[in-house]
């Protein structure tokens, strides 16, 4: 897996003048040794630079991070801390992610030359970031002992992952969107405001380069990686050599195109024309690249290739995107969950699309044909499908998206993919999120969410909705418990 950053978190201490420097410094040591002992030095760096209410100080321990390479920072209030330099570092750090935390009393026993007040100074800290208009990850709970202070620190790291990726990440899409389908069409003006960068391609420039890798050289070596993935479900063998054509056509676009970008992330298309000139479906190539760090959304979704890339970046792991499809029929959920699982059956539905996950999150897989649209197309030009039921297990289902307006919401959902059977086709399985019908009814369709998802494997919902907060989305919807109405719900239903 690639196609992601390597997080650097630069810590960094900050003393009042009228407190003593040792003690922020002492906090500071202790909370580098509690990281290292519990996590590892890897995520970190400790600036030896304690800032102690001085813009000197400041620009010293600011040219310190940058000169060890750090992306990220955590400023440490090892006591009241300087307000002004402290949330002017933050400012000066630029669109890099940045925490504030801090240090908690550590005994009854010196709570005089000992006392550091940061639990006050954090008040001051975020008043200033709001005058300087500067955004900061706070913890929940931002105030704790070296320990507390070391969990914290790694709970921002897939937080600053994926905030400093979409920094420096380019969407490549292919398009336009499939006639007949508006559903997943938004405004693209807010990826340039996240710092995301876009490259709008046709169709006819993929199917160009498509023709220019006939007969590359590196295609029979590709077939052999497709063969020893799908082993007894290969049961398309003759559309390998096409799809070996493809993945190779993406891969290199994906290289001659980052530009000034560092990461990508691809928005394809797959109808209505594709199969008639391509002579296939790019599912099994969608999941294979998104299986190697590289998320491809369907049908030109490029809110849902946003969203499948920021749940990579927090789960390091594989992700995919799915239809929040059809519900579970009344039968099966009495024979397969109901006393078996507790959910009621309005929390249970399908995820389901046409074979884009990636064989490594499916119970079971074969390459078949796209059943869809087999149905009014020749067998022949509809395969290259991954089909099979998703593995059960712990799953977050989320996406960020652009209203018609340019404005931004999202959601996040914990749940999971429960071990039933689904008898469907397609890469499909039988979800399982606590009050799902409530969420469907006031989340998703109240606030107009299309149909794809991303999908998670994992409980990350902490984490996103972070990440959501400090790119500034005010709508966040999540299931909401049943005691805890959403606002359009009728209170007498």
Avoid at 201 to 222: C, T, V
Avoid at 288 to 294: A, E, N
Avoid at 309 to 331: A, F, H, M, Q, R
Avoid at 348 to 365: D, P, R, V, Y
Wanted: glycine share 8%; proline share 5%; hydrophobic share 40%.
């Amino acid at each position: 897996m690639q196609n992601q950053p390597k997080v650097k978190i630069g810590i960094v201490a900050v003393s009042r003048d009228c407190f003593p420097e040792t003690l922020s410094v002492g906090r500071r040591q202790a909370l580098i040794k509690a990281y290292t002992e519990k996590y590892g030095a890897d995520d970190i760096y400790e600036c030896p630079i304690c800032i102690v209410e001085s813009e000197i100080h400041m620009q010293q321990a600011l040219a310190d991070v940058k000169a060890a390479g750090c992306n990220a920072l955590c400023i440490f209030l090892g006591n009241f801390g300087p307000e002004i330099s402290e949330t002017m570092l933050a400012q000066q750090w630029g669109d890099k992610p940045v925490m504030f935390c801090a240090a908690a009393e550590e005994t009854q026993n010196d709570l005089v030359g000992g006392r550091g007040d940061a639990y006050c100074g954090m008040l001051n800290a975020s008043y200033n970031l709001k005058i300087r208009g500067v955004k900061a990850y706070i913890p929940e709970y931002p105030v704790g002992d070296a320990e507390d202070c070391a969990d914290m620190i790694k709970e921002f790291v897939p937080v600053a992952r994926a905030l400093y990726a979409l920094k420096n990440l380019k969407i490549i899409s292919f398009g336009p969107r499939p006639q007949n389908f508006f559903a997943c069409n938004a405004p693209i003006e807010p990826l340039y405001r996240m710092g995301v960068e876009i490259e709008e391609n046709s169709e006819l420039d993929l199917f160009e380069a498509f023709k220019n890798h006939e007969g590359d050289s590196r295609i029979p070596a590709k077939i052999a990686e497709m063969e020893a993935e799908l082993g007894a479900g290969n049961k398309k063998p003759e559309i390998l050599e096409k799809l070996a054509q493809y993945e190779l056509t993406l891969l290199d676009w994906v290289e001659a195109h980052k530009g000034s970008k560092e990461f990508v992330c691809i928005a394809g298309k797959c109808w209505p024309a594709f199969q008639t000139q391509f002579k296939f479906v790019p599912c099994y190539v969608n999941s294979r690249l998104t299986g190697m760090g590289i998320p491809v959304s369907c049908e030109v979704d490029i809110y849902g290739a946003l969203s499948e890339y920021i749940g990579y970046c927090i789960s390091e792991d594989t992700v995919t995107l799915l239809d929040i499809n059809n519900s579970v029929p009344k039968d099966m959920y009495k024979e397969s969950i109901e006393g078996k699982f507790d959910y009621k059956h309005t929390d249970t539905f399908m995820g389901f699309h046409c074979g884009n996950t990636c064989s490594s999150k499916l119970a079971f897989c074969e390459m078949k044909n796209q059943m869809i649209m087999a149905r009014a197309l020749p067998v022949e030009v509809t395969n290259g499908t991954l089909e099979g039921d998703i593995a059960p297990g712990d799953i977050t289902f989320y996406r960020l998206q652009s209203t018609s307006d340019g404005q931004i919401r999202a959601y996040v959902a914990e749940g999971e993919v429960l071990p039933v059977a689904t008898k469907s086709f397609g890469g499909i399985g039988v979800f399982a999120i606590p009050e799902m019908g409530r969420f469907y009814r006031h989340v998703l369709i109240e606030k107009n969410f299309p149909h794809h998802g991303a999908v998670a494997f994992g409980h990350f919902g902490k984490a996103l909705y972070e990440v959501f907060k400090y790119l500034g989305v005010s709508d966040i919807g999540y299931n909401q418990p049943a005691c805890d109405k959403y606002p359009s719900e009728n209170p007498f239903a």
